[in-house]
């Protein structure tokens, strides 16, 4: 029999998908609040990496802790990027064929992974990694590019996906599988004993469902929150879950890690149902808020250099910490680790305003 906690998911998707078949009016004013979403994410990801220094060598010190608070508020920023792509690849009034969306979008991905792979490898031998494995490093690309890799397998998948949104019942079927099978139910097998667990996690996976698996549900539900309306009380209760969501990632974060001895990253998955809560809250906070036109110029200007403020900062921070090592071991991390965030933004944007101005490297920035 299921608890009250665990109606919890299936209660948010009820919500989700009942009278909310309402077109939402195109504007200006939604463009805006995307630029807005794509700025925040950015400097959520700045933060994230930079709370994630000394994250194991602090374990259960005080230091630990608040990295792990501050880590738990910011899971949101990845998939807050690949709701947007969803909102604006998805569009039916967006005409994308399969030529362009390969020779155009993949292609331009695809070139901006391998040139700054190319760049981390030789910063990485420079730092003192040697150049023994540089071409290994360089098939295999930094950690944090992982994200392009991710969507170029999303933009392969949007012929596809256009197809389903097409439908919103198709769409929200889509989503409610996603939220079940993916987000949910995985959830509750660290919950079991580890014999249950194993058993229970074998006879999920060979069900196969992989279809609405990885980070396509996100880039759905970025179509479907953009062009349909939530109702009030829907949207009081997903900024309550949005709310409740980090701390709880916070708490368990702790406890799993202090049962195990080591630090327990699980619900710091961004496929998980906490990180699902705190990114369509905040999605929906910003998509719904009027942005003053005096603020437009400079929110326009900050988020064309986001991608590049993401590629670059860990290049920053490397060299930051590596100049400023005992900054690392602060006895004020509560205080520092969002200074340390926000000077690592702003140099990584004033570096990427800097490339690009010149031409071709523009290019592989903006």
């Known amino acids: 029999m299921m608890s009250r906690n665990s109606l919890v998911p299936v209660y948010f998707l009820y919500l989700c998908t009942i009278n909310l078949n309402i077109n ?4 200006k004013t939604r463009i ?13 990801v700045v933060m994230l990496h930079t709370t994630a220094q000394r994250f194991n060598e602090s374990f259960l010190s005080a230091e630990w ?25 998805l569009d039916s009034k967006k005409i994308i064929n399969v030529k362009t969306l390969y ?23 420079l730092r003192g990694y040697g150049f023994s494995s ?32 097409t439908d919103v019942k198709l769409e929200r079927y ?14 509750l097998f660290p919950l079991l004993k580890e014999e249950l667990r194993n058993l229970f996690e074998n006879v999920y996976q060979s069900y196969e469902i992989k279809t609405v698996s990885g980070y396509a549900g ?30 709880a990632v916070c708490f368990l974060t702790r406890s799993l890690s202090i049962h195990d001895g080591a630090p327990n990253l699980l619900y710091y998955e961004n496929i998980n149902l906490f990180t699902l809560f ?69 140099v990584s944007l004033l570096v990427t305003l800097l490339l690009s101005r010149i031409p071709y490297i523009r290019k592989i920035v903006t």
């Not at 490397?318 to 969002?338: E, I, K, Q």
């Open 24 to 27: 939402m009016p195109q504007n």
């Open 32 to 44: 805006i609040q995307f630029e807005v979403l794509r700025v925040i994410a950015a400097f959520a």
């Open 65 to 89: 802790d608040i990295r792990n608070l501050y880590d738990s508020f910011v899971r949101w920023s990845v998939p807050i990027f690949v709701m947007i792509s969803g909102a604006l690849f």
């Open 103 to 125: 020779s155009k979008n993949i292609a331009r991905l695809f070139f901006i992974l391998v040139l700054w792979s190319i760049i981390y490898g030789v910063d990485s031998g």
């Open 134 to 165: 540089l071409g290994s490093r360089i098939i295999q690309g930094p950690v944090h590019l992982w994200f392009l890799k991710m969507l170029i397998g999303l933009y392969i998948a949007v012929p596809i996906l256009r197809a389903v949104v």
């Open 174 to 187: 889509f989503l409610c599988v996603s939220l079940v099978f993916i987000y949910f139910i995985p959830m």
């Open 218 to 247: 996100y880039f759905v539900l970025g179509h479907y929150l953009a062009n349909n309306a939530v109702r009030k009380t829907t949207k009081t209760i997903i900024y309550v879950l949005g709310l409740l969501s980090p701390v």
């Open 278 to 346: 705190e990114s369509v809250a905040i999605f929906l906070f910003v998509n719904n808020k009027k942005i003053a036109s005096k603020y437009h110029p400079f929110i326009l200007f900050a988020s064309k250099l986001s991608l590049g403020i993401y590629i670059i900062h860990p290049l920053i921070l490397n060299h930051y910490y590596d100049l400023c090592s005992m900054r690392m071991v602060s006895s004020h991390p509560l205080v520092f680790l969002p200074i340390d965030a926000i000077l690592i933004f702003m």
